[in-house]
């Protein structure tokens, strides 16, 4: 077995592949059974590990102002991240507590988030702030029906990360370099939607 390199062996490693437009080999093919493709299984439980672990969400400068929002599926799940008026980054399942629909779709900036099938209205908090018809809800807790919020948005060197669930452990953001700073504006965006047939 290889003894492991320290950091600074290791980035000399690096580079030297680069310079020399080569590779570290093994010394046998793997070979990936392909049930592990296919296996639905296989496919929920890795689904589970990243919704539990940072997950890049969108730079900083996405969000510039409070109000601002972005809208998507990440790892499967509907999600809506806002930057609040307190200036905090919050994430949320993007879904409305009443029946389930998605509150808002793409990137904008708004005040609050009404649903488009009955109109409850969230702030920037989360909070259930308005229900159309609110006496016909006879014991609604509006505190308890606010939008459930991920496990954690950390906002670290112009990235914000999304931890959907309760993470793994307490993160591997601690040794982040520094990638962005928080004077960058956003110019331009590119998403790409890659479908296998």
Known sequence: MAALL???DLIDRILAHIDGKTTDKGSVVWREPVENYHSTERFAAELEVLRRVPMAFCPSAALPE???YIARTTVGTPLLVVRGTDGVVRGFRNACRHRGMKLEEGEGCKRAFACPYHAWTYGLDGALRHVP????FPGLDKEAHGLV??????ERNGIVFVTQDEPLSDGPLGDLPEVLTDDYVLFNKIEFDA???
């Open 6 to 8: 320290n950091e600074t």
């Open 66 to 68: 409070p109000g601002s």
């Open 133 to 136: 018809g609110e006496d016909g």
């Open 149 to 154: 919020p991920v496990a954690a948005v950390q």
């Open 195 to 197: 479908r296998i047939a």
